[in-house]
């Protein structure tokens, strides 16, 4: 057989079991429930197009080498100087969130003796950084920490790190990690290396924006944050905020910040600029909330079932692959943009529509979908 025929039964079989995956056409008279723009912040663009061009109008689209190459270091530091210290500690900047897991993760999971417990629901690129360290590691049911507990207790021996890996935000379910228990287990056994990917939660929790972390007023015991710039920041790129040691680690051992081109500076120019805006958008991050609130007491009125999901992040179960594209279709026909999750996005038996707001929603884009939801469920 010819890898086209190889291919060909491989796109049939996923198109029988409705997980084919194809790039979806913008609709620009739908509602988008879609992007992860959770302040609305690209939406505003133009508002901060000229004072993005005052200060940093001349800045390059390329930079035409790898950070350890590039010539033109100045925004890069910049914009590492200004995050570093809202987080107080250092701040290293990557090409993308998934650059930054894949990097620090299979760096950290290579040290001897490491042992690495994740999450059941971390994000792809997390997974993709313990399998490219080929370290062994381990996962714990989602939020369990009595789980995870066994599993330290199991494995770990006298004076071995343990790295516990979670997000902040769940990108599929909206639901939080239970970062003090976390914590609390830190303080019993201060081995663990806590390393916590804000990816949902940057610019939408915290007094400042910064995530779950501040929130709870915990930052100060995260050994190591993952920030993503390409959704609430309204940019692209991800930056890792950790002990200037940590940081000179990952310069020295993060494949994907050796080995690829960085960012464009004019890209690293805009998430400055944007991370500037994003610390007093304490309005916006109050309206996301209630939005979200609305939300979740109207799904839950509808599907008679009490939500899992604490942020701007809802899911909406279905159970089945082919009625949750049948459903995000029909809602498209009624002018609401909300795409379906499917198997391995999520585990089998748990497909569902992702709804994910943003603070430039109205109230009635939310009574609509509601709305629509009800009369289609
Ligand atoms: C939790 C989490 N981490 C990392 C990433 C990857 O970030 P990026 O899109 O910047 O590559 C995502 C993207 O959806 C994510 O949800």
């Not at 370290?135 to 995870?148: C, G, Q, V």
């Not at 830190?186 to 806590?194: D, M, S, T």
């Not at 990917?197 to 993952?226: N, Q, S, W, Y």
């Not at 909406?316 to 029909?330: N, P, Q, T, Y």
Request: net charge negative; hydrophobic share 40%.
């Amino acid at each position: 057989m010819s890898i086209e025929e190889i291919i060909a039964g491989r796109l049939d079989k996923l198109q029988e079991a409705g997980c084919l995956r194809r790039i979806p056409q913008p609709d620009a008279d739908c509602i988008d429930f879609t992007s992860n723009d959770y302040l609305g912040l690209a939406k505003r663009r133009a508002e901060f197009s000229e004072e993005f061009a005052d200060t940093f109008g001349r800045a390059d689209f390329t930079s035409s080498a790898s950070r350890l190459l590039a010539q033109h270091q100045d925004i890069y530091t910049e914009f590492e100087l200004f995050t570093g210290a809202l987080y107080d500690r250092k701040a290293l900047l990557f090409n993308s969130g998934y650059h930054a897991n894949v990097g620090a993760v299979s760096s950290l999971a290579s040290l001897p003796g490491a042992l690495v417990i994740a999450d059941k629901l971390i994000h792809a690129s997390i997974i993709d950084g313990l399998r490219l360290s080929g370290a062994r590691f381990h996962r714990f049911p989602h939020n369990d920490m009595k789980a995870l507990e066994r599993i330290i207790e199991r494995n770990a021996s006298d004076g071995q790190p343990v790295i516990v890996i979670a997000e902040s935000i769940y990108s599929m379910d909206g639901d939080l990690a239970p970062l003090q228990e976390l914590v609390n287990l830190k303080h019993r056994r201060p081995e663990i290396f806590l390393y916590l990917d804000e990816a949902h939660a940057l610019g939408v929790m915290g007094k400042r924006g910064l995530g779950l972390a501040e929130e709870l007023g915990l930052l100060p015991e995260i050994d190591l944050i993952v920030g993503t710039l390409g959704k609430a920041l309204a940019s692209s790129g991800a930056f890792i905020a950790a002990s200037e040691s940590i940081c000179n680690f990952l310069i020295n051992s993060a494949r994907s910040f050796i080995f690829s081109t960085c960012l464009p500076p004019a890209s690293a120019a805009w998430s400055l600029l944007m991370m500037k805006k994003m610390v007093d958008m304490q309005s916006e991050r109050d309206r996301l909330r209630n939005l979200a609130e609305r939300t979740r007491k109207g799904l839950e009125s509808i599907t008679s079932e009490e939500s899992e999901s604490r942020s701007q992040i809802l899911p909406f179960m279905v159970g089945d692959a082919e009625k949750a594209v049948m459903l995000s279709e029909a809602l498209r026909r009624k002018g609401l943009n909300v795409l379906p999750i499917r198997h391995p996005t999520v585990p089998a038996g748990t497909e569902r529509l992702r709804i994910s707001l943003s603070a430039s929603h109205s109230e009635s884009d939310i009574e609509r979908l509601l709305q629509a939801l009800t009369e289609l469920k």
